[in-house]
């Protein structure tokens, strides 16, 4: 069974069901920022957009996903852009700029997180301390990606980072 686009949004929005970010928006329309920032780059990054935070805040796992009849190349740039126990932001960050579906989508993944009425209602040294994260984040994410690919994604989720490209 071969899942459409439309497919893998109906999956996110179950995985997500009741969840909130934090400042209090229903999380699905956080991946739906995503997923739709990475649809000119073709449907397995628009999906593995939508998909890109259900290992990490949902019980889905990478096996449960293919099994749904989520592609691997999906499922495997989901797994590269999941936070593993033990490994740093950093690491991370580096590890996902070695792969190039999954810097695209964590480059939109970041644009959005970076939007300042995200962060508006947190406590300001967490504000602070989230920008200086996504910043650094970017420096390695944007080059590994070209600035026409961030151009257009930072431009379609937060256009105030166009400045940076």
């Known amino acids: 069974m071969t899942l ?3 497919d893998v949004d109906a999956l996110a ?3 997500h069901a009741g969840q909130l970010d934090k400042i ?3 999380y699905i329309k956080h991946v ?3 997923g ?3 649809a000119s780059f073709g449907p397995h990054a628009q999906m593995a957009g939508l998909l890109h935070d259900v290992l990490e805040d949902t019980d889905w796992t990478a096996e449960g996903l293919r099994a749904a009849g989520v592609p691997t190349v999906v499922v495997d740039t989901v797994v590269a852009v ?3 126990p033990g490994v740093s932001y950093e690491e991370m960050i580096r590890s996902i700029a070695g792969k190039p579906r999954a810097t695209l989508v964590k480059i939109a993944d970041n644009a ?4 300042p009425e995200r962060a508006a209602d947190l406590p300001a040294p967490d504000r602070e301390r989230l920008a200086a994260k996504y910043r650094a984040a970017r420096r390695v994410l944007w080059p590994a990606a070209g600035s026409v690919d961030v151009a257009v994604i930072v431009g379609r989720v937060n256009p105030a980072l166009l400045s940076e490209v």
């Open 36 to 38: 739709n920032a990475l």
């Open 32 to 34: 739906r920022v995503v």
């Open 4 to 6: 459409t686009v439309a």
């Open 112 to 115: 959005h997180n970076s939007l």
């Open 13 to 15: 929005e179950r995985a």
């Open 82 to 84: 999941t936070k593993l």
């Open 24 to 26: 209090g928006v229903p």
